[in-house]
């Protein structure tokens, strides 16, 4: 029987019909199963149906403007910061 780690493994390829029988099969007991994997694939699979659906639209101006002036003002900001300073000890590196 499959586990919720097998569940999420395996529900990009559940979602797109892209999976062998026997594992659709197991996955499906689970979901049958656990309230946690069923929501997460409800979720998901309401979450790909509002993109797909989802059309393009263009902001208005006004809108566009103020948002790209608070961006460049953020990076101004940014900028405009010290860099944090380093404690003089070499980096962990992983």
């Known amino acids: 029987m499959f586990n919720c780690n097998q569940v999420i493994a395996e529900l990009a390829n559940y979602l797109d019909d892209q999976i062998a029988a026997e594992i659709r099969r197991e996955l499906e007991i689970h979901l049958a199963q656990c309230q946690t994997c069923r929501t ?6 309401k979450t790909i149906t509002i ?5 393009s639209f263009e902001l208005p101006e006004s809108v566009s403007a103020r948002i790209l002036e608070r961006i460049k003002s953020k990076v101004r900001q940014a900028r405009k910061r010290p860099p944090p300073k380093r404690s003089g000890r070499p980096s962990k590196r992983h």
């Open 51 to 55: 993109v797909t659906e989802s059309r």
């Open 40 to 45: 997460l694939f409800d979720s998901t699979r």
